[in-house]
C-alpha cells in the first residue's frame, strides 16, 4: 500500500474518531508551524472529509492558504470521490478538518490517522509503506 492509498474504515470506529479527535484538538500547533516554518519543517498537509450522497472519503490537501480566514488547498492524491479529481483546488470549513501533518526533520508530525492506518497494516504492508513514505515515524513507547 503506498502512502496515499484509500484505506476503508466505519464512521464509528472508536480509534479513527478518537485520532481525528486529537487532530482537532492540537490543530493550533499545526498553524502555528504552518504560518512560521522553521528550516526543518516542510510539507504541509490537512485531512478533510468531503461528503457526495452516501459516500465520505476524507482526503488531504497540500498547497494550503488560510488567507481570508478560508481554508484552501489542492488535492493531493487520486479521490475515490466523482465529483472531486487529484490536483483540484477546493476550499473547506474548518470542521471538515479531521487531520493535519507536516514533516521536521525527516520525521512525521501530526499525522494521526495515519498512524492508526500502519499500526493497523500486517508487518509486510507496514515494512512497504515505511520504504515509501517520504518521512520516518517515531515509534511511541
Known sequence: MSQDETRPFVSDDPEMQAAIMTAKTSLGQFLQ???RPSKEQRAFLIKA???EG???EHIWLADLSFVGGIPRGVVANEPALPGMRFKQSVEIEPSQITDWMYVEDGYLVGGYT????????SPEERRDFDANAPFKI????
Do not use: G, K, P, S
Request: aromatic letters at 10%; proline letters at 0%.
Open 33 to 35: 508551524a504552518f504560518m
Open 49 to 51: 472529509v468531503f461528503v
Open 54 to 56: 452516501e459516500q465520505a
Open 114 to 121: 495515519t498512524r492508526l492506518i500502519r499500526q493497523r497494516m
Open 138 to 141: 517515531r515509534e511511541v513507547a
